[in-house]
């Protein structure tokens, strides 16, 4: 079982950064890839980033890359989302999930449904 509780969400003006955080707890944190979904009203969740076990791997959406920033702290139990240049597209629900992949096959995945644990969420507002 793995808990995660995401925090940092906030109204933001565009332009501005937000770095989110997930604390996780319940498994070896090492032991997983880690994922950020967001979900916008009316909208299907969508992959963000995701980072794998030892933090050497990363995959990023393309309406992310270049701006958002994904990295973990093993010793920390976290996983961090640094955003920058966001613009109100990136309004959202933001989701951190956990997943426990065996280690000969823990590749990073980007569908929901391939992520065994997720957090509650966290609010991302950013007004033009």
């Known amino acids: 079982q793995v808990q995660l509780v995401e925090s940092g969400g906030a109204s933001v003006q565009a332009g501005d950064s937000l770095r989110l955080s997930c604390a996780a707890s319940?498994?070896?944190?090492?032991?997983?890839?880690m994922g950020w979904f967001r979900q916008a009203p009316g909208k299907e969740r969508e992959f963000v980033v995701a980072?794998?076990?030892?933090?050497?791997?990363?995959y990023y959406a393309t309406s992310v890359k270049g701006r958002f920033t994904i990295s973990r702290d093993n010793a920390k139990n976290t996983v961090y989302l640094q955003m920058t240049s966001l613009n109100p597209e990136d309004t959202a629900v933001y989701y951190c999930?956990?997943?426990?992949?065996?280690?000969?096959?823990?590749?990073?995945?980007?569908?929901?449904?391939?992520?065994?644990?997720w957090g509650q969420g966290t609010q991302v507002t950013v007004s033009s």
């Open positions: 980072i794998g076990r030892s933090g050497g791997s990363t």
């Open positions: 319940g498994r070896t944190f090492s032991s997983y890839n």
């Open positions: 999930a956990a997943d426990i992949c065996p280690p000969w096959n823990c590749l990073i995945q980007t569908t929901p449904r391939e992520y065994d644990y």
